[in-house]
């Protein structure tokens, strides 16, 4: 088991820059791949960013060149660097772990989710 609790979410306007925060306790972090995701209203799940244990990144092409995602295996944290935000990045956003090393872009595939962080976008 891994529990996941995300921060960092909140209004800013667009154009500014924030970062969310992704702590993890449980199993050994490094076991798992880890992903940050977004839910809008009324649209599925989708995946934002991903690494797996090894360092391998994937981004939404929506997000590439303005997001990026890190992990600190020591700190059992990932983090989800987002700037020049746009009000089409409100969302709530979840961190999520999958036990391996495969990233996925499919929520299903992932194992374990936090309980999301309010990210909204005024223009």
């Known amino acids: 088991q891994v529990q996941l609790v995300e921060s960092g979410g909140r209004l800013v306007q667009a154009g500014d820059s924030l970062r969310l925060s992704c702590a993890a306790s449980?199993?050994?972090?490094?076991?798992?791949?880890m992903g940050w995701f977004r839910q809008a209203p009324g649209k599925e799940r989708e995946l934002v960013a991903a690494s797996s244990n090894g360092g391998n990144t994937v981004y939404a092409d929506s997000v590439k060149g303005r997001f990026t995602i890190s992990r600190d295996n020591a700190k059992n944290a990932v983090d989800l660097q987002m700037n020049s935000l746009k009000p089409d990045d409100t969302a709530v956003y979840y961190c999520?772990?999958?036990?391996?090393?495969?990233?996925?872009?499919?929520?299903?595939?992932?194992?374990?989710w936090g309980q999301g962080t309010q990210v909204t976008v005024s223009s």
């Open positions: 449980g199993r050994t972090f490094t076991y798992y791949a």
């Open positions: 999520a772990a999958r036990n391996g090393a495969t990233i996925y872009y499919a929520s299903a595939r992932y194992d374990y």
